[in-house]
Every structure is written in C-alpha cells, then in structure tokens.
C-alpha cells in the first residue's frame, strides 16, 4: 500500500491548501477531491470550516474502500472514477463544485476524459479553485 506522506506530495498538498481561501464562509462549499486510504486533506479542508458531509471523496480501488471511508469520517464517497462522481453528483442534485483536487496517479492522457467530465458540475456561481496534479509528473518514482 503506498504511503502518500511524503515530500514532493506534502509540497503539492501544502500548496493547495494555500491558494484555497483561508476559510470558506457559505456552509454549503462543495467540494470534490480524492482522499486516498490515508485521507492526508481531510483535517486541511475541516480548518477551512468545509463540512465533511459537502465533501465528496472518490477512490476508484475496491480493495481500498474500506480503509478510505475509516479515514474519511462523513464525507459522500463515490466508489468509482471522478466522472462516475460527477454522474453521482447530477443524479443527487447536488450543488455545483467550488473546488475540485484531482490528485490522480498515473498519465494525462489516460486521464483527460475523467478531468473534463468535472466541467459538468464545475465551478460553482461563486466561482472556483481546481487543482490537477499527476504522481507520474512529480516524482521519478
């Protein structure tokens, strides 16, 4: 199981984290991310005062899904990809994204469908924040 708690990813997270607002005021801020089984932003977006029940976390290995929904105490997890939870969240009515992290592993390419299905729930009238990052771009791992 890899362990994302390491420098290059705690650097993209910690600047994430910076360009979002210092604290989101409207209680109903919606955001979409993928948490991972450690769930590493969790305790970030709660200090910007998002409520876990208007997070929506995606993670896409069944064999993770337990350990994501331990760490990820309350949040709307979709078990599937990121365009199965932008499907998830027109059949929910949910309102439109401020935020979308997409922290993918992997190449763009095989990617680019997942990225541009958010623009279907992204962003919000208020506007948004998006962050797209590939573990195959930062690291030579």
């Not at 990121?82 to 994204?97: C, D, F, G, T």
């Amino acid at each position: 199981m890899r362990d994302y708690d390491y420098p290059a990813k705690n650097t993209v997270r910690e600047a994430w984290m910076r360009f979002l607002p210092e604290f989101f005021t409207d209680s109903r801020t919606t955001g979409l991310y993928l948490p991972g089984h450690q769930n590493l932003e969790f305790s970030y977006y709660k200090q910007k005062r998002i409520q876990a029940q208007n997070l929506i976390g995606v993670e896409n290995d069944s064999d993770q899904q337990v350990l994501v929904k331990q760490y990820s105490p309350n949040i709307r997890l979709v078990c599937g990809n990121v365009s199965e939870a932008v499907q998830e969240i027109e059949r929910a009515n949910i309102s439109r994204l401020r935020f979308a992290n997409l922290d993918f592993e992997g190449l763009y390419s095989r990617l680019i469908r997942e990225i541009l299905s958010v623009f279907r729930v992204f962003p919000s009238e208020k506007g948004g924040y998006l962050c797209v990052t590939s573990f195959s771009s930062r690291d030579d791992e």
